[in-house]
């Protein structure tokens, strides 16, 4: 399955690999932005198998990790970087050398630094896809960054651009007024639904690419058994949006609502992983899902969903309807 970013983007896979895991810890205001303890030479082994297993599209982003995300994928690309689309973001300041959250910068002088920046990181001279990672700066900010946005496409540093944001206005406005503006990444699962989000980007011929489409790890099917998680994981910390966790252990009614469409999504042989994955294709011709990854074994789950391809039409409904959509 492949799918093209933007219509005028580089064709990727169907699924792309998210990377903020394999970033490992950072921190910042007393609080983890990681997702724990990780393993560089199994993420370096697990982004090897996806490029085998045919997954070419890796999400990452300047702060994951304080940059260490984009070193260890930089390093695991190196010889195969032909092979790979490499998205990554900035907006988010840290300092690297304490793997500290320190706030962030909307500036045109940052994105430029930042793109810089990256591209040594990642040990590369162009990046496929360059996204705003501040969701809810003002359209006008935005659209002030699409100047310095074109001059770094037209000097071959990005081959198009993106804004990480969950507002379809906001998404709306930036890709009607921004030419290189290919992809919009957003929150979506079978468990959020995003309508608006899905028909922004339809409308406007933009990828939309999907964070969050395994809920976190909760369509993963692991943590019914009431299993907690480490202080130093993200999904611990008392966020705001940290909607799928209470307090360090899954919450009991989004529990209760995977349960409700399991049977659906694991119809024909698939893991829940995999139903989850393919409800996505199916929801809309743009998506591309990029569930984070840590290991071997989970690439090779979520890859292997590309071979089921999408829930038919019929299965589609009969989720919504259990859902109550």
Known sequence: MKRNLGLNGPETSALGMGCWAIGGPYHGNNEQYGWGAVDDAESTRAIHRALDLGVTLFDTAASYGAGHSERVLGAALRGRRDQAIIA???????????????????????????AEESLQRLGTDYLDLYQLHIGDMPVVEALELVETLETLKAEGKIRGYGWSTDDPDRAAAFAKSAPGAIAIQHDASVLQDRPAM??????LGLASINRGP????????????????????????????MTYFQGAAAAPEWLARVDAIRDVLTSGGRTLAQGALAWLWARSPATIPIPGVR???????????????PLSPQELEQVQQLMGR
């Open 295 to 309: 290991t071997v074994e989970q690439i090779a789950e979520n890859a292997g969903a590309l071979a089921f391809g």
């Open 214 to 241: 395994l809920a976190m790890g909760l369509l993963s099917g692991k943590y019914h058994d009431g299993r907690t998680l480490p202080a130093n994981d993200v999904r611990s910390q008392p966020l705001p949006w």
């Open 198 to 203: 899905f028909a922004v980007c339809e409308s």
């Open 88 to 114: 990554t973001k900035w907006g988010y300041t840290f300092d690297e050398a304490t793997r500290t959250a320190t706030g962030q910068d909307g500036s045109a002088a940052y994105a430029r630094r930042s």
